[in-house]
């Protein structure tokens, strides 16, 4: 409980610094380093040995082949400049953590569905969000700007891997 009181007092400090400075709009491409490759974490990937077509689900080679694929595109390379930039973005929620009617935590994705259905985006496309308090959660399929203070944090879920830990100071319906 201490440890969580402390980790939202930083998170306010940061978020109160954040929002004194500029904002800088971004977009999703922006977040992928100059020079980048997807070719890059395709070679990271270990190849079938037989078709994929023949592989069950449940299969231990399938399940193997999946989990190079996520570690390969949990390991996508982040823009380091953004690191402790006041920043907007739209995007879509993914919740991970909530309590009645608000979303306390959630990843920010660049599409619908991202996420849900697998396998999720390169971790240089998923932005973990920590908000203040909550806000009120909205529909799946509605996007949200999201403004703070981005971080080149790395923040592993079930979900997905994200580059990317943005403080909100506000989540705001996208129109």
């Known amino acids: 409980m201490k ?3 402390a980790l939202m007092g930083l ?3 940061s978020t109160a610094w954040a929002e004194s400075r500029p ?4 977009r999703w491409g922006e977040l992928i380093p100059s020079g980048f490759s997807y070719g890059d974490l395709a070679a ?4 079938p040995a037989t078709p994929l077509s023949s592989l069950a689900d449940d299969d231990p080679e399938a399940q193997r082949l999946y989990q190079s694929m996520r570690n390969a595109l949990a390991d996508a390379p982040v823009v380091e400049a953004y690191d ?5 973005i739209a995007g879509f929620v993914v919740p991970l953590e909530q309590d009645e009617d608000r979303v306390l935590s959630f990843l920010l994705v660049p599409y619908f569905g991202a996420c849900i259905h697998t396998p999720p985006p390169p971790a ?5 969000v920590q908000t203040q308090g909550g806000f009120p959660t ?12 981005m971080r080149t944090q790395k923040h592993d879920s079930e979900l997905g891997s994200a580059g990317y830990t943005l403080y909100a100071g506000s989540v705001e319906p996208y129109l």
């Not at 904002?23 to 971004?26: C, K, M, R, S, Y």
């Not at 990271?44 to 190849?47: A, F, L, P, S």
């Not at 402790?84 to 907007?88: A, E, Q, T, Y």
């Not at 909205?138 to 203070?149: I, Q, R, S």
């Open 44 to 47: 990271k990937i270990e190849q």
């Open 3 to 5: 440890l969580r009181l």
């Open 138 to 149: 909205p529909g799946l399929d509605e996007p949200v700007y999201v403004t703070g203070l």
């Open 124 to 128: 240089n496309q998923i932005i973990h």
């Open 23 to 26: 904002v800088q709009e971004l």
């Open 11 to 13: 998170m306010l400090i």
């Open 84 to 88: 402790g930039l006041s920043v907007k």
